[in-house]
């Protein structure tokens, strides 16, 4: 608990959070302005896709700036040396500060998405269970990239490596990821539909999205042909899910492998 | 002696006055049966057992709570003579089955001039079923299927089937397998209906110059599809989130002579899919904010584009299969307007720009091969893909308008929203940043 009373004590002194709910809010209220035009009932889902569509230029790329200072501020004032002394060993430490930069980053953007909710009701007809799998959307999102950034904090020894890595993760997810795909796209068949769906679903900002559109009842998934009854082989939940879960896990054991504990200016 | 003479005196009364839930399906038929020609059957507020058939003109009128219930083993309400009223009810539980002959319905219509209003309708195989039923009525009827992607176990909303004439208005239909269906029905009017949640909002095929205005179809996997027909109208009708994998707002296949005029197409896979169609005028749509605004196969010839917005979609306009002949994208001077990802130039001013409007891509050969690559549309990487090919001319010319419309005068809302970020931007500089100007400019806070 200590730990996320110190993160949240750190994080309101800096600029980093204040800018980042600063950034979520203003999009926020714009796209609503902008969509207050809409119909009564249609109007609630449109919102959500052209928010979540803004959302995700922004929300990686912060998140990992995030979660990599969040780890490299304990080098640079030496408190990782301390922390790890008292108590030697990183697994541990990382899970909780893990905990604590999810917590102080979440927390807030769920409360301003509750009121968000409030003001959206004098403008649509809101569709709760569709608004909690836009919120769950954007927490899958939030943490993978948050803990993405715990690993790249873990393991950058000065700012410029945590800005490198950083633009080069976003890059990977935001394009590269798809582009490869895209390449290999005409030499999808039946046999190997499967692996290509495991790929594509890997990039949590087409699990996310998915997940999203097919909760909302927005992308049907009705009439399927052979190839896509293939593709599809999971629901769209449990392939964010599992996508969460793996890489999570992985950037997890990876800080924890390849971490440094000092860094350098 | 006394008191056996009072029982049998008080017997019958408590039979008379027991309350009764509803009338036998006799009651009501008989009723029917009983009533004259041109005579009008006030309904109570109560359940009646079906089937019943209406063999006179008569009118129903029910009240709020008035339902007609079937049996299960036909059409609950049959109307077999003309100029019939049905009005302020409920109809339910038509028999489902799919292995008769007879396809059944809430109400079947086997003949002319009748009215259907203000009626619900659940639990059902069809909803309204019009058969060889011409210049009738149906207004303000509420049809709800069983759920959206069950399709085998139930039919459609409205079934129109070789009737002609007949006029369809403000009514909504959600949940069922189509939402209408038209087969050899010609002539007809369809005007302010809401379909949504179905497999096809509009089925249509082999069915001539209809006109629908002001219906919207949403949430379905198809907004609209029209095959083998002539002379259709549509106008002032919205497709909105018709968003499935390959869904469509408007799908023309093999029609002639379409009018699509001021029609919305928002929030669709792909908004027009046109294919084997001929001499269609599209002109001041709105297709906005689709995945593929049009979808135009070369098999497809004499379509004519004019005045639309085309803007803020994935990708514009795709043409597959080769390239179409005789399809233009201007009319008598005047093409279309593609939105700021088209800038072009209007130096004198009259709203036309300067300039023909073109668009290449090499998305086409992958849409046209793989079916996977919707799955894509709304991936940023498809903007570097389209770049990548460019530079190594694998891309080809989707479209060319040569008199793309320019809208004149930035938003005034964007406008005032750059105004305040400058003003943002300048209070900032000066409430953190006087210290350092100073430094530069060499004040340095001393008065000198």
């Excluded at chain 1, 990686?60 to 990599?68: S, T």
């Excluded at chain 1, 403008?123 to 919120?135: H, N, V």
């Amino acid at each position: 608990m200590h730990y996320i009373w110190k993160e949240w004590k750190e994080n309101i002194k800096g600029k980093g959070l204040w800018l980042s709910f600063g950034i979520i809010v203003l999009v926020s209220i714009g796209l609503l302005y902008k969509s207050s035009n809409l119909s009564f009932d249609q109007g609630f889902y449109v919102l959500l896709i052209n928010l979540f569509d803004a959302v995700i230029y922004f929300i990686p790329i912060i998140c990992l700036f995030l979660g990599a200072f969040a780890i490299f501020q304990e080098k640079e004032q030496k408190t990782l040396i301390m922390l790890l002394t008292r108590r030697d060993d990183y697994k541990s430490f990382l899970l909780q500060k893990s905990i604590a930069v999810h917590s102080v980053l979440l927390g807030p953007v769920l409360l301003w998405f509750f009121a968000y909710l409030i003001i959206i009701k004098f403008f649509f007809q809101p569709d709760l269970k569709a608004y909690l799998a836009f919120l769950l959307s954007l927490l899958c999102l939030f943490l993978i990239y948050t803990q993405l950034g715990l690993l790249i904090g873990s393991i950058s020894r000065s700012r410029m490596q945590i800005v490198g890595f950083t633009v080069a993760v976003w890059f990977y997810f935001f394009f590269l990821h798809d582009f490869i795909l895209l390449s290999f796209l005409s030499d999808v068949t039946y046999e190997n539909v499967k692996g290509f769906s495991a790929a594509y679903f890997i990039n949590p900002l087409q699990a996310a999205r998915m997940f999203l559109e097919s909760s909302l009842g927005v992308y049907s998934f009705d009439h399927m042909s052979k190839l896509l009854q293939s593709f599809m082989w999971m629901k769209p939940g449990l392939f964010l899910m599992a996508n969460a879960v793996l890489l999570l896990f992985t950037s997890y054991i990876l800080a924890v492998i390849f971490h440094r504990k000092e860094g350098t200016e | 002696m006394k008191k056996r003479m009072l029982l049998l005196l008080l017997l019958p009364l408590i039979v008379i006055t027991l309350p009764k839930h509803s009338y036998a399906a006799g009651n009501l038929q008989s009723l029917i049966d009983g009533t004259k020609e041109g005579g009008v059957i006030h309904l109570e507020n109560k359940t009646y057992e079906g089937n019943i058939v209406i063999d006179k003109t008569i009118d129903i009128i029910g009240k709020k709570g008035t339902v007609i219930k079937g049996d299960r083993t036909g059409n609950v309400i049959s109307i077999r003579a003309p100029h019939v009223t049905i009005k302020n009810l409920t109809v339910t539980h038509s028999s489902l089955n799919r292995n008769s002959p007879e396809e059944f319905a809430a109400i079947k219509v086997y003949t002319d001039y009748n009215v259907i209003d203000s009626v619900a309708i659940n639990h059902f195989f069809h909803g309204i079923y019009l058969s060889q039923a011409h210049h009738n009525t149906i207004t303000n009827a509420h049809i709800t299927g069983q759920g959206k992607g069950i399709i085998a176990k139930q039919g459609n909303g409205l079934h129109i089937y070789y009737s002609n004439d007949n006029t369809l208005k403000n009514n909504m239909v959600e949940g069922t397998r189509d939402g209408m269906f038209f087969d050899y029905a010609n002539g007809n009017q369809i005007i302010n209906n809401q379909i949504s949640e179905t497999r096809y909002g509009l089925h249509y095929m082999y069915s001539d110059n209809n006109y629908f205005e002001g219906n919207t179809f949403t949430f379905n996997t198809g907004g609209a599809a029209i095959m083998h027909s002539r002379g259709i109208q549509l106008e002032n009708n919205e497709f909105i989130f018709n968003y499935g994998h390959k869904s469509f707002g408007l799908l023309l296949l093999s029609a002639s002579d379409t009018l699509i005029e001021e029609n919305t197409f928002f929030l669709n896979q792909r908004g027009l899919y046109i294919d084997q169609a001929t001499d269609t005028i599209i002109k001041n749509n709105r297709i906005l904010k689709n995945q593929i605004g049009i979808e135009l196969w070369a098999s497809s010839n004499n379509q004519l584009f004019t005045l639309n917005e085309i803007e803020e979609n994935t990708i514009p306009a795709v043409t597959l299969g080769g390239q179409g002949s005789s399809n233009q994208w201007s009319d008598q001077g005047k093409g279309n307007y593609w939105g700021k990802t088209f800038p072009v130039l209007d130096l004198n001013q009259d709203g036309i720009g300067d300039q023909p409007v073109s668009y290449q891509s090499s998305l086409y050969e992958l849409i046209e091969d793989q079916e996977l690559t919707y799955l894509f549309l709304k991936s940023p990487a498809i903007s570097i893909y389209e770049k990548m090919n460019q530079m190594f001319n694998h891309d080809k010319t989707m479209f060319k308008d040569p008199s793309p419309i320019v809208k004149n005068g930035g938003s005034h809302a964007r406008k005032m929203l750059f105004v305040l970020a400058a003003a943002a931007i300048i209070a900032i500089i000066f409430i953190k940043g006087r210290h350092q100007l100073c430094i530069i400019f060499g004040r340095n806070g001393r008065k000198t």
